[in-house]
């Protein structure tokens, strides 16, 4: 839990505070901007939420938060905040919350959906997620888009018996187990609104999800920068190869959605069009850099 003791001095005064065990993720600062913000290599409040829709976001940062730095001096009812997960983002796809600290605070997302939900990444398994869960109709398919955001695959496979989705470039070690254990670089048609896209380049076996040719899950492959004001890659987080990075963004925009929903970065949303153009733009940036 978050200590008033080690409040930042970086947090402007009231009741919501980071504390300095905070890892920098980036999760409160997009769940709630309109409370929290960068500040001095941590995140920060650096305004007191002034609404209803405010303070939830804000609680719900405070539950998602990977490493439990986010506080509050007053205690507030949880009951409405804890029913809110998962967090709708558009039509079936909900945004899980519950953010793992072995995965540095990675979104995971809920493709909920009558043939078979489907949970892309691993969060926590935190049991007021996991009833939630289940009240939704419960997981069948756990799709991992790498190694890196695995958090707690084996608790959710174990409660569900969800089949578990991995690349075997990325099976080392307990990820060996994994039930379904994908080859090469062609794509894999789960059923006609499931494919998985093998992207190597962040990891030598990073995949990302396409539904319903609408919404790509990319894991950490690609993102919307804030900063930059358009999508890229993470050159700083390549673990495998960029030069592959680069030739497996060229394949990806061949397709067409709507939606990029990443582990870490920001989610975006264009039209087809503006999204091609968008894909193009980042490949002509990592081309450069």
Known sequence: MASADKRRQENVAGDFYVDSTCIDCDTCRWMAPETFHAAGGQSAVHRQPRSRDESLRAL?????????????????????????FPIPVDGDVYHCGYHDESSFGAATYLIRRPEGNV??????????????????????????????????HAKFREHFGCERILHADDAAG????????????DAVHLDDELT???VPGHTRGSCVLLW????????????????????????SACWYDWGEQIESMR??????????????????????EAMRAEMARAIEWMESV
């Not at 394949?251 to 087809?272: K, M, T």
């Open 60 to 84: 719900q940062a405070l539950i998602s938060c990977p490493t439990a730095s986010i506080g509050t001096v007053e205690k507030h009812p949880m009951k409405d905040v804890l029913a809110s």
């Open 119 to 152: 949970l892309v990444d691993s969060p926590r398994f935190a049991k007021p997620l996991v009833k939630r869960l289940e009240e939704l109709g419960g997981v069948e398919t756990l799709f991992l888009t790498h190694r890196d955001d695995v958090a707690d």
């Open 251 to 272: 394949r990806l925009a061949e397709y067409g959605f709507e939606w990029i929903l990443p582990g870490h970065g920001r989610r975006c949303r264009f039209d087809r």
């Open 212 to 235: 319903r040719d609408t919404y790509l899950f990319s894991g950490d492959h690609v993102a919307w920068s804030e900063g930059r004001g358009h999508v890229y890659a993470f050159k």
């Open 196 to 198: 998985i896209l093998p």
């Open 174 to 185: 307990a990820l060996r187990e994994v039930e379904r254990l994908l080859e090469g670089t």
